[in-house]
């Protein structure tokens, strides 16, 4: 808290399996107050060691997270307006951050928002020159405490030991600019192949479920339709546009919306769905949700002309509008 590291309010889950290898179940992972000390200490781990390195000028790769770009700090800067906060147009701070997460988190809709904000960040490298961790509010941080399956750990280890003992480090016929490369690339690739994994399961699980009804909430919204995550499963999904319901839909950008043009209908983060599973596509690894009724509106989302009601959906012909680039 002191140093303003960021802690969202996001959901993370793990799959159990069944004897035939598919899904028994998605369940959410707690994360208790030993957890908590564990990874403390693991930061505390990392930085130390990110701190001899600097101090002995030895050659490392640092894992470094830069502060969003301008454009996406704008995109917070105009969501956060929905909630009357201030938070600057370039350059944020954690504190800046910080003061967006307490002033949400105890919404009913934080999971939403908070994930939004996770989404602002930059991602995360590997290089040799340290420029500070902007999400965990350190100026200078490693990764030191996986050797047996991170290469940037195992290169820290051995340049740290050949300090300690005095001995000669062994010689890398590798620049440190094309391992931190290569070892970036590399760990995108992992989160690629693992979220491939992940979502060929989901589909092939969801598959036994179409014509299923569910009950949902909006994660993200974007110009095409509504993305949404069943309570119960934590499984993604789209509504298309053109199965939102019956209005000219304009896609507000800023405020992160479908706001119906003639009836006021909003669509928005957070908003609590019905949905039914109209179809799985498993060369494309998706599911396609149909929009049953509005069950309650995000405290944002309220309908323009009406006060937000359970509303059934009527099929629309797909009319729909943008009033930003998606």
Not at 133 to 140: I, Q, S, T, V
Not at 286 to 307: A, G, P
């Amino acid at each position: 808290e002191e140093r303003h590291a960021m802690e969202f309010e996001t959901v993370e889950t793990y799959i159990k399996f069944n004897e035939e290898g598919g899904i028994k179940a998605i369940v959410p992972r707690t994360r208790g107050d030993a957890h908590k000390l564990i990874e403390e200490c693991m930061l505390l781990a990392n930085t130390c060691a990110a701190n001899f390195a600097l101090k002995h000028d030895l050659p490392v790769l640092y894992r470094n997270h830069d502060k969003p770009d301008q454009e996406k700090s704008m995109r917070i800067h105009e969501y956060a307006k929905n909630f009357g906060l201030p938070f600057p147009e370039e350059s944020p701070t954690q504190a800046d951050y910080q003061r967006l997460i307490e002033a949400t988190k105890d919404r009913p809709d934080a999971i939403s928002i908070h994930s939004m904000l996770l989404r602002s960040m930059m991602q995360a490298n590997y290089a040799p020159d340290n420029i500070g961790h902007f999400g965990l509010a350190y100026d200078e941080y490693s990764h030191f405490t996986s050797p047996i399956r991170r290469y940037p750990d195992l290169m820290l280890h051995r340049a740290i030991k050949a300090k300690v003992t005095k001995t000669q480090q062994p010689v890398m016929d590798f620049s440190l600019e094309g391992a931190g490369t290569q070892t970036s690339d590399t760990e995108r690739r992992a989160e690629r192949a693992a979220r491939y994994v992940e979502s060929w399961l989901k589909c092939h699980y969801m598959k036994d479920h179409v014509g299923e009804d569910f009950e949902g909430v909006v994660t993200s919204v974007t110009n095409f339709g509504l993305f949404v995550t069943l309570s119960d499963l934590f499984i993604d999904g789209l509504v298309h546009i053109s199965n939102v319901g019956d209005d000219f839909f304009v896609y507000d950008e800023q405020q992160q919306q479908l706001i119906g043009k003639d009836k006021g209908t909003v669509f928005g983060l957070g908003d609590s769905v019905k949905v039914k599973v109209a179809g799985v596509n498993m060369d494309l690894l998706q599911i396609d949700f149909d929009l049953l009724e509005k069950l309650k509106s995000s405290q944002m989302n309220q309908t323009k002309k009406d006060s937000s009601k359970k509303s059934p959906v009527k099929k629309t012909n797909g009319r729909s509008s943008s009033k930003s680039k998606g």
